[in-house]
């Protein structure tokens, strides 16, 4: 049995509206993240936003990162609970931005570089080595991105974020363009980032319901409510309080198989 007690509020988004012109596009988004003890691991959050073809993930994604501010409401991070600035989420957009000049060790450097920390060249070498021995990538830093497979190029782009030290970090699409290995690697990197501190905290925008079910500890589904312009979350299911979070053969539980049959009858 799974013991975790839920803490401080670490995001949180209250009222949050999106308008292009007279389109509503978001509607009165409401939601908070909370910090998740959990007896003898350092548990962090992992959330799956969860909706069907432009419905508006994308949009509520760049507001969450302070890329773009909502037409109202406001999002609030860590915990003092401040507005969220540009630069304060560690993004990993869909199609990943490595520097294709650069090899693997310096686009991870780079990560370093933009961390809030100063460090020494050696330390950040000794960094950087360490993340490479646990994510297997170590055979690879001299290498340059074309090199690399998508899904290894996926996995730098992770690892670089996690190196800023951002603990909230936003994932549009990881598994998409993956092949079945390759996605098992994604998440199991993504499983291992989010036991690397108490505090991270991962939000995953997908269409692949079960990848992403299966690594989070919160579900939240973005549709749209009959006669209501705009989508908004409809539905959010604490995988914690259901029993189905952080279980590794989680795919064939039966309430499991059921959950995601239910998700998908509501995108
Ligand atoms: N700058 C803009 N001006 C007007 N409408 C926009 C703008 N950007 C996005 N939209 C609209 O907002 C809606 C939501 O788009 P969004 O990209 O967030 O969808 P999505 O859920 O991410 O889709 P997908 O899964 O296909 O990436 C769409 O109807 C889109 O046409």
Known sequence: MNTYTKHKVLL???????????????????????????????QGQVVSLIGRSGIGKTQLFRILAGLI?????????????HPVQAGEMGIVPQHYVLFNHRTIYQNLKIGL????????????????KDYA????????????????????RQRVSIIQQVLTGNKFILLDE???????????????????VSTLHEQNTLVIVSHDIENAAAISDTIWILSTEEGKPGATIVKEYDLC????????????NPAFVSLIKEVKSKL
């Open 12 to 42: 949180k988004a209250e009222d949050v509206n999106l308008q292009y012109g007279d389109k509503q596009i978001l509607r009165d988004i409401n939601f908070s993240i909370q910090d998740i003890h959990r007896e003898g691991v350092a």
């Open 174 to 192: 990881p598994f998409s363009g993956l092949d079945i290995l390759m996605v098992d690697k994604v998440i199991n990197l993504l499983l291992k």
């Open 69 to 81: 501010k909502p037409t109202s409401g406001v999002v609030h991070i860590e915990e003092d609970q």
């Open 241 to 252: 309080q259901m029993g189905l979070a952080w279980m590794p053969d989680i795919r064939s």
């Open 113 to 128: 570089d933009n961390a809030a920390v100063k460090l020494s060249d050696a330390e950040k070498q000794q960094i950087i």
């Open 133 to 152: 021995d646990t994510f297997e990538l170590t055979e690879h830093l001299k290498k340059y991105p074309a090199q690399l497979s998508g899904g290894q």
